[in-house]
């Protein structure tokens, strides 16, 4: 059992070593550290980068120097990896950092639509449902788009809407299939992700009919449990081994380990 998609103190984690053990301590074999990172020639953009701290792009050698520090103390893989804010007029500038950083693998995320973070739940709440109709298509338009760039290893919870209750429920089946189309002829494979599964909402990614869908396509999935802070990725890595087993998926892992 591997976890890909864990964060750290590079970004809105706990301290890289304290992640690391954990993972050893519940079992796995291998742990990928993903911290969140930022790149953008935008203003708005880097203002939000500046606020939030996701600054990998300036780190991310230091960080490479703790994970093979941190490699020596435990008994697991432990990969050097990335989870970038992705906008389609960014593609110029996240290309030219991940052919730089050399990263294990990477892993690419739709955070933002129409200048709004999706998971800030006040951003839609005074919309009508034809706005909000509007973010979902804008949403899965950027998602495909993410797939087609083959920037990425893996797209990180690829319904993210489903965590935000003004939003929640408004993808169809269409956008469904139309993302599991562009992932089915992309290298990047979208990850069953746990962030939100053992919270009140019960949020897993994808959905069970988008999960659905991407099978029907024969779309390969890989799994991240999403944790920032140790306690939550033992509970989070054994939710996820049983829905995969449940759901009779093979998970792999991302396509640049394979290579």
């Not at 973070?117 to 706005?131: L, P």
């Not at 935000?164 to 089946?173: H, I, K, Y």
């Amino acid at each position: 059992m591997y976890d890909f998609h864990v964060h750290s103190n590079y970004s809105d984690g706990r301290f890289l070593p304290l992640m690391v053990r954990a993972a050893a301590e519940a079992g796995l074999d291998g742990v990928g550290v993903a911290d969140h990172c930022i790149v953008s020639g935008r203003e708005a953009t880097d203002d939000t980068r500046t606020k939030l701290g996701f600054n990998l792009d300036r780190t991310y050698e230091r960080r490479r120097r703790g994970i093979e520090q941190v490699r020596e103390s435990v008994d697991i893989a432990v990969y050097d990896a990335v989870e970038m804010n992705y906008e389609p007029r960014d593609e110029a500038a996240v290309r030219e950092f991940l052919d730089g950083a050399g990263f294990d693998y990477s892993i690419g995320s739709v955070h933002e639509v129409q200048g709004l973070n999706v998971q800030d739940a006040s951003n839609f709440r005074g919309m009508s449902d034809d706005e909000r109709d509007a973010v979902v298509d804008a949403y899965f338009d950027s998602l495909v788009a993410l797939a087609a760039s083959e920037l990425f290893d893996i797209a990180a919870h690829p319904d993210l809407l489903e965590r935000v209750d003004p939003l929640r429920g408004r993808a169809t089946e269409d956008h469904y299939r139309r993302a599991a189309r562009a992932f089915a002829d992309s290298r990047t494979v979208p990850e069953v992700n746990a962030g939100r599964a053992l919270r009140d909402e019960a949020v897993v990614h994808p959905s069970s009919t988008f999960l659905d869908v991407l099978t029907e396509h024969d779309v390969p999935l890989t799994v991240g449990t999403d944790s920032h802070a140790p306690d939550e990725i033992g509970e989070r890595a054994a939710f996820l081994e049983e829905f995969v087993g449940e759901r009779g998926i093979d998970p792999t892992g991302p396509p640049s380990l394979d290579a």
